[in-house]
């Protein structure tokens, strides 16, 4: 295959689980067969990310390639964005502001968490 004809797609990264591969979601519109609306669908496609500096939420390029694995049938190009994912460790949440329940506790309509 000529490096011309390579497919190349944009997509986000949504997930990094896995050692040199992400799995990147593309969305692309078909049209609904009766109602002649375009519809949103998500391709996701396995990854080969050699260096491992895609994270969570990345906007990437990926470009077609030879098969490196069973799944894996494409190759980063380029990370075009970096993502912004806000990660809470469990470390950070204060359980006294919760009650039994799990719910925030609430006082008068009024939150009792301070920011």
Known sequence: MSYERRKIKIGKVVSDKMDK???????WLQPHRVYKKNVRKWSRFK????????????????????PT???KRWKVEEVLQKGDVAELQPSEINMDDFDSSGHE???????????
Not at 21 to 27: C, Y
């Open 69 to 71: 694995s069973k799944t």
């Open 21 to 27: 591969t992400i799995v990147v979601s593309v969305e």
């Open 105 to 115: 506790r609430v006082e008068n309509g009024v939150s009792e968490v301070n920011d």
């Open 47 to 66: 990854v080969h990310d050699s260096s491992n500096e895609c994270r969570l939420g990345d906007t990437v390029r990926i470009i077609e390639t030879r």
